[in-house]
């Protein structure tokens, strides 16, 4: 009966077989965990087999994760961020600028009125005697002509004289001085209302549409200041407002040409007759 240790002794063989393939899986599988018996003195890893069927991590070969999904890394970089920024750039109040404001007391401050007509006011009363008014002539010929004021007077008889010099510009000079090349830039159709207002300085006077008539850019420049060199300077006079139809005029011509909130007596050269 030597059969019954034969197979005793296979039996064996086939347990050692199978001890030696569980083996092999076990170290398998730990090297695909990351074990490396070279660097480590034990053959097996500390925490054992006891990771064996449980859930492991990605390893590092695994598909890019999408950073917006962690929510706990990407606000905790931006709650880093946000107290790295207030630490390193403390809050400060804005340091106060003081701007120092430029005054020269030897400009009258003057008040603008409103757009509409302030209405009537005392009359002017001046005792006879010679005013002056101012026209123009021009100098050189085509492209090159220029226009310059000419100073010349008129004999004043009494009353009240801002009708007076007004009217005197729209009349014109006279025979002898129109052989002399002098010209006005208003024309007779320009009329000037019976009232007027003279108030700190200014005068406020009403004149007929016809002011924005007639004439290029240069002639209507020309024609502001007849009336701004004729009446500032005289009987307190400091600057001249003009209105048409009760309003404020704020442009002149076609053109549109825009005139000084008060008109004032401009740089340019006056050739006295």
Do not use: C
């Amino acid at each position: 009966m030597a059969v019954l240790p034969q197979i005793q002794e296979d039996k064996w063989k086939s347990l050692r077989y199978l001890l030696g393939g569980i083996f092999l899986v076990l170290v398998l599988i730990e090297k695909s965990m990351g074990f490396d018996p070279k660097t480590s003195g034990n053959i097996f890893p500390k925490q054992g087999f006891r990771n064996i069927g449980k859930t492991q991590e990605k390893t590092k070969f695994a598909e890019p994760s999408d950073p917006f999904n962690n929510k706990q890394s990407w606000e905790d970089d931006l709650n880093w961020e946000e107290e790295v920024l207030t630490q390193t750039f403390p809050e400060t109040a804005p340091k106060q600028t003081t701007k120092s404001k430029f005054v020269d007391d030897t400009i009258p401050e003057i008040t603008l009125p409103e757009d509409r007509f302030p209405g009537a006011g005392k009359r002017l009363q001046a005792e006879a005697g010679y005013l002056p008014v101012y026209f123009l002539k021009f100098y050189g010929t085509g492209k090159n002509s220029q226009s310059q004021l000419v100073k010349l007077s008129r004999e004043f008889p009494g009353g009240d004289p801002i009708p007076f010099l007004f009217q005197e510009l729209t009349k014109g000079p006279n025979a002898e001085e129109k052989g002399k090349g002098v010209l006005s830039a208003l024309s007779k159709r320009v009329r000037m209302e019976p009232n007027y207002r003279l108030e700190n300085g200014i005068l406020h006077i009403s004149v007929s549409e016809d002011i924005n008539y007639g004439g290029s850019i240069e002639i209507l420049k020309d024609r502001l200041d007849q009336i701004s060199f004729t009446m500032v300077g005289n009987f307190g006079i400091k600057g001249v407002i003009l209105y048409t139809n009760g309003e404020r005029i704020r442009t002149l011509g076609s053109d549109g040409l825009t005139i000084p909130e008060v008109l004032a007596k401009s740089q340019r050269k006056v050739i006295i007759f």
